[in-house]
């Protein structure tokens, strides 16, 4: 059986973690761009830390990224020679609309993403466009603090109204928000959230995050208005929670983390806040204000199909356990699997577990557009990179998704990996954390040629592309 003939094989990247350029073409400013390398990114991610201007003596990786900025032809044209089907890039909002709301948007971003995409058509290859890949202008976190106010919703959509206008002859696949539910995790990054002395943070993200629920419903409604060929996806940070224990505390924890992180995608599919949510966010007194007719939004204008990346299950016990790392979230230390050079616990199996889960839960299509292993990679004297560990990795992760999908049964529309080209990782702003099967010489100091290598994964994702993931 396999996979289906259609199935979008591809790559994943993010705006502000590869593109640079950004003091170029009349670009504005974004919270992205104000995450600096180094000991106190973490705290400005969390929104504990306010820098709203570049600050002297800080490295912001962001500014240059891979330079994609430049380099997007003869990118594209290496992942056309692996057989792309699919790209997923994310938009920076700061090239279209500079300040974030103005009214006319910036020409010369709008034309840069046209010849993104008239690359991407010369070697037959799709873009799947993320709207918001933790991507806030800076003006409106000055002006507005950012996704706590509900002016938000209206801006985001201007934005939006604008992509699906220009883009309709080009773009069909669209995601209204990457990992919708890192807001609560990485709330500046996630929302451009900077918290204020004293008050209930909770209560901001959850605020946050609903402004974010009913902005994603009425981009859908606008989207399939625009052109009834658009397809619209939510996308959140997945992985299963499984208990450390068979102890039954144990397992009402990791059952409590899992609604916390489905509770995105509860609203976003099925079209309301689930009742576990509604009591408990009334409980710790954290339920957000909604206006009239929000429930009627939500309810009206579901996701057409659901989209997730998977990097690692999670693992939760009622006690104290020993942690790992993990994409930003905290969890117990999973004795059974093995574990990243970064920490992140390695799960297979985990990626067929989850995609089932999700299947149960929602029975919509779905689509894996995040997964893989972030290393560091050393160059051989001439200059060849042998990244079996990589191959090694994505080939197990995609041996657990065929079965999914052969033996199953899920629906699943493609997969792109994370991330084709090696770029600045999103935690740690490091260069070194890699992902790609073209490797960037661009080193953790800033210095190397920019030059593009193909890796010896480039060859074998290529092959799986070729053969439909027959020959792993
Ligand atoms: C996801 C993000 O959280 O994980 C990406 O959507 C990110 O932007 C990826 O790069 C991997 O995380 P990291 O921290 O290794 O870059």
């Not at 603090?145 to 773009?171: A, E, H, N, P, S």
């Not at 890192?182 to 995050?209: S, T």
């Not at 992180?261 to 509604?278: C, I, L, T």
């Not at 989209?307 to 299950?313: A, K």
Request: charged share 25%; glycine share 8%; aromatic share 14%.
């Amino acid at each position: 059986m396999g996979f289906p003939e259609n199935f979008l094989w591809g790559g994943a990247m993010a705006a502000n973690q590869c593109e640079g350029g950004i003091f170029e073409g009349g670009r504005g400013l974004a919270n992205v761009d104000l995450c600096p390398s180094g000991s106190r990114r973490q705290e400005i991610l969390r929104g504990h830390g306010k820098i709203l201007q570049m600050e002297p003596g800080c490295h912001y990786p962001s500014a240059e990224a891979i330079d994609f900025y430049h380099h997007f032809r003869e990118d594209i044209r290496l992942l056309g020679e692996m057989g792309f089907r699919v790209f997923r890039l994310s938009i920076a909002w700061t090239r279209i609309f500079p300040k974030g709301d103005e009214e006319k948007p910036n020409e010369e971003g709008l034309r840069f993403y046209d010849e993104i995409f008239e690359e991407c058509k010369k070697y037959g290859i799709q873009p799947l466009v993320t709207i918001s890949h933790f991507d806030c202008p800076v003006y409106l976190i000055e002006k507005y603090g950012g996704w706590r106010d509900r002016r938000m919703i209206d801006f985001y959509l201007c934005l939006c109204r604008v992509l699906f206008t220009r883009y309709q002859d080009k773009v069909t696949l669209w995601l209204t928000f990457n990992e919708i539910n890192m807001i609560l995790h990485a709330p500046f990054m996630g929302a451009g959230l900077c918290f204020r002395e004293g008050e209930n943070e909770e209560l901001v993200k959850y605020q946050a995050a609903h402004h974010e629920l009913v902005a994603s419903a009425l981009a859908t409604k606008l989207a399939h208005e625009i052109n009834p060929k658009n397809q619209v996806g939510c996308m959140f940070a997945a992985g299963s929670v499984y208990p450390f224990s068979c102890r039954p505390e144990d397992v009402w924890e990791a059952l409590l983390k899992e609604q916390e992180n489905y509770f995105f995608v509860d609203v976003q599919s099925r079209g309301y806040y689930p009742a576990y949510a509604k009591i408990r966010l009334q409980k710790r007194g954290i339920f957000p204000q909604m206006q009239t007719g929000d429930e009627e939004i939500l309810k009206k204008y579901p996701v057409d199909f659901i989209s997730f990346s998977y990097y690692n299950s999670r693992c939760v016990s009622a006690g104290t356990q020993e942690m790992a790392e993990g994409n930003l979230f905290q969890s117990a230390k999973n004795p059974f699997v093995n574990y990243s050079d970064w920490g992140w616990p390695i799960d297979p199996l985990g990626l067929r577990i989850t995609l089932n889960q999700v299947y149960d839960r929602y029975q919509k299509p779905m689509f894996i557009v995040e997964n893989g292993l972030g290393a560091e990679d050393i160059p051989e004297a001439d200059g060849k990179i042998f990244d079996d560990y990589r191959i090694e990795y994505l080939r197990e992760h995609i041996q657990e998704m065929k079965k999914a999908v052969e033996e199953d049964g899920v629906e699943l529309m493609g997969y792109t990996s994370w991330a084709p080209i090696d770029l600045i990782s999103a935690g740690t702003g490091e260069m070194k954390k890699r992902y790609g099967f073209i490797y960037v010489d661009k080193q953790e100091d800033g210095s190397g040629t920019r030059k593009r290598t193909r890796k010896k994964s480039f060859y074998w994702y290529q092959k799986v592309i070729e053969t439909n993931g027959e020959e792993l």
